[in-house]
């Protein structure tokens, strides 16, 4: 058994080992477990004493599930805050040119690194869970719960602690200084924030025995699979940016994110397309392509960050085979290619929603058009954004910005386009309506996507003409000025010529 | 085991920290790295242990180029970074134990491995301590010892010495003679040029991303050192039986004699030239009558050349 356990360390990722080491050993984690045990006992003892006294002859029938709600609240408040926190300031922490050791000095991939990380939060977590069991057994011991409520309960609790923490590790993993630190860990905390409280939210309507939660219908357990997949989804999707952002950027890092990217689309599409023939509308089709869209925007921002020529790293392992690298050269890093790729997704989400409105078609079919134009709107402002922000940082910022900040110039010009406008409106006209705009100055905020998006979702048809030809045109011109720039990536995407040909020569 | 640099640029944005430098050394030699600050040697490094890349030129360990294939190269590097290790809440064990298993190191041989290691460091007596707890000597230990883990063949370290107190310095002076004789290539950056002077078989000098002077020791101290008008100098002793005062006079009356002064009942002079010159020199003061009972020109050290032929620019 021994030798048994032994030769199970040894297979076990080295991080895990440190980090379970790490926290056996912190003091933090120590006194945060007995003041969290001690937070369970007295605030248990409080509500049992408090109903005790208020009501003495009162016999309660649901007194085990109001004690689990609150007990289920502490623990995941709990977990939400210490797990996401101590794995993300531990990662940051690595990360930092001080501590090269631990992440870049080791023959560890930044995956074992990082997948270490998780899978440790992971034991902490369930630590921290077993810790709170006796409450759990208190709790069912009263009236008003049974065991699969609490394990559905407890599922999606540590779900969302291990999608918390994957967020965490994200945001550790972006390269910032101490104030763009301070900023994201802030944004960590809110989104940790929301996704607690919903989470409670549902928790408590589940534990209430509201009618949308039947467990004994197949359309919970089918929601729950999709919960589930989405959830599993979005953390591979967070942990595969993760390990791009803390690979070096001398290496492949965009191919594994972009496989990714498309294998969950096409699983997802897959997923949301029996989802939307099973309940017989395609809607669920809709929320793909629109998911679909708002990645494959995201990959194009990330794209324009990315360098513009590949190291002798990559550019060893491009293909020989020339009618390969058309295919590698969507996948591979670097700024054209992320962008064709990022390009090509978004145009075949927004594609993908009008086919599926015409093979299933909707019973609200006033829906389609809507929808597939914010399919459609979402992408282009952005790509219309990312480009002129390439072409400005080239043009005009390139001693200020290296490529991997030229996101920073693109939020700037949207911020810009999203507020000049408005300025320009209350310095020179005197129009006033419900969004601060009137339908004949629509135009003059052609360059706000959030209010031209606004505009298409109420059925504007001048306005959504106008929006898309100024698109055209604004993408157009963005296009063509960029032209030079994507054509010398896309013909320097060949392999170094073999040594020994070099030798010859 | 040979280490390649070949014409190694790198540039950050319009700074070339490191201006095409190529050289090589070993199994067996310790290459002392000398430069002043800025000068590229722990941007080199870091091209070397793989954490940066380079914007041409390339490197290469046993014919493994660390650009190409930095995975593989990690196997063959002991990097010890000139930032200490300093994570909360791990022992020294741990930590070293953490990277034996990083390194693939299982079973009886990892426990056996870091046990060696810890002695030959000699971190015995604190491995229970955490890292947060030791001195910098100690750290700079630990940054050692785990450079040593998986018993690479080379070894590069950034300013391992900054910091140590005179016995930390002795022992780790005979810590890399000791891993010299195992065979290990060892590349050192280093600012106290006397002790590299007496562990290192090589050395190279850079300044602004050039290489100044490189190769072995012996290659760079007969050289000699250069004066400030940057010809070739040499620095003589003479010791006349008599007449100590006259030979002062007349050496720096001698034309190619840039100095002369008495130390120790010997003239030292500094002469312009090489060998050659030193000779003529000689025979001049014979003819002139002197009676010399010793005659030997006097090496210039590691830390006379580098002043010599560095300028102290930092870009």
Known sequence: ?505 | MEVEIQNLRKEYGNTRAVNGISFSFGSGQIFGFIGPNGAGKSTTMRVLATLEEPTSGNATIDGVSVIENPEKAHKYIGYVPDSLPSHRDVTVHEYLDFFARAYNIRGEKRRQTVEGVEEFTNLLGIRDKTLNALSKGMKNRVSIARALVHDPPVLLMDEPAAGLDPRARIELRELLKVLAGQGKAILISSHILSELAEICTGAVIIERGKILRAGTLQEILSRGGKNKHGKAHRTVVLRPLDRIDELLTTLLETPGVEDARIADGSVEADVTGDDEACCALLETIIRAGYRILEYRPRRADLEQIFLDVTRGDVQ
């Not at chain 1, 990360?95 to 990082?114: E, K, M």
């Not at chain 1, 972009?258 to 669920?284: K, Q």
């Not at chain 1, 969507?330 to 997704?345: D, R, T």
Request: hydrophobic share 55%.
């Open chain 1, 1 to 505: 058994m021994t030798a048994f356990l032994a030769r199970l360390g040894d297979r076990i990722n080295p991080i895990v080992v440190k980090e379970t080491r790490q926290a056996v050993n912190s003091r933090l984690v120590a006194a945060f477990l007995l003041i969290f045990l001690a937070v369970q006992l007295v605030v248990m003892l409080l509500v049992i004493t408090g109903r005790e006294l208020s009501n003495p002859d009162d016999m309660n029938l649901r007194a085990g599930r109001d004690m689990f709600t609150v007990v289920q609240g502490i623990l995941l408040g709990a977990c939400m805050i210490l797990i996401p926190t101590m794995t993300g300031a531990r990662l940051a922490s690595e990360r930092s040119d001080v501590n090269v050791d631990l992440l870049f000095i080791s023959s560890l991939t930044p995956r074992a690194v990082l997948s270490g990380k998780l899978f440790a939060a992971g034991a902490l977590a369930l630590l921290i869970f077993s810790a709170c069991a006796p409450f759990m057994t208190f709790a069912y011991v009263m009236r008003g719960l049974d065991v699969p409520t609490i394990l559905v309960v407890l599922t999606a609790d540590y779900l969302a602690v291990l999608l918390g923490t994957t967020f965490a590790l994200f945001l550790a993993s972006v390269p910032a200084n101490r104030g763009l630190r301070i900023l994201l860990g802030l944004g960590g905390f809110i989104f940790m924030c929301y996704l607690g409280a919903g989470l409670l939210a549902l928790s408590s309507e589940f534990l209430r025995g509201s009618s949308d939660f039947d467990m004994s219908s197949w359309d919970f357990w089918l929601g729950g699979v999709g919960v589930v997949g989405i959830t599993f989804g979005s953390m591979g999707q967070l942990f595969m940016w993760s390990v791009a952002l803390i690979s070096p950027p001398a290496a492949n890092r965009a191919f594994a994110v972009r496989v990714y990217t498309l294998g969950l689309w096409i699983v997802g599409g897959f997923g949301f397309a029996i989802w939307s023939l099973y309940v017989g509308h395609p809607e669920p089709m809709s929320v793909w392509g629109l998911l679909g869209c708002a990645v494959f925007s995201l990959q194009m921002i990330v794209a324009v960050c990315e360098r513009d020529h590949w190291g002798a790293r990559v550019a060893c392992r491009i293909p020989r085979r020339a009618y390969f690298r058309p295919l590698a050269f969507l996948f591979y890093s670097g700024a054209a290619g992320g962008l064709a790729f990022g390009v090509i997704g978004a145009a075949a989400s927004a594609v993908g929603i009008v086919v599926w409105y015409l093979i299933v078609p909707s019973t609200r079919s006033s829906d389609t058009s809507v929808l597939a134009l914010i399919a459609a709107l979402v992408p282009a402002y952005t790509y219309c954004y990312c480009l002129t922000a390439a072409l400005v940082r080239r043009l005009l910022a390139k001693s200020l910005f290296r490529p991997g900040y030229t996101w920073i110039i693109a939020g700037l010009l949207f911020g810009l386009g999203c507020t000049v406008p408005y300025i320009v409106r209350f310095a020179f006209l005197e129009s006033y309506s419900r969004y601060g705009y009137s339908d004949e100055l629509t135009p003059l905020y052609v360059t706000n996507p959030v209010v031209m998006i606004d505009d298409a979702i109420r059925h504007s048809d001048t306005s959504i003409i106008f929006t898309l030809f100024f698109l055209v045109v604004w993408g157009g011109v963005v296009t063509a000025a960029n032209a030079p720039w994507f054509i010398k990536q896309v013909t320097k995407f060949q392999p170094p010529e073999p040594r020994e040909e070099k030798a010859d020569e």
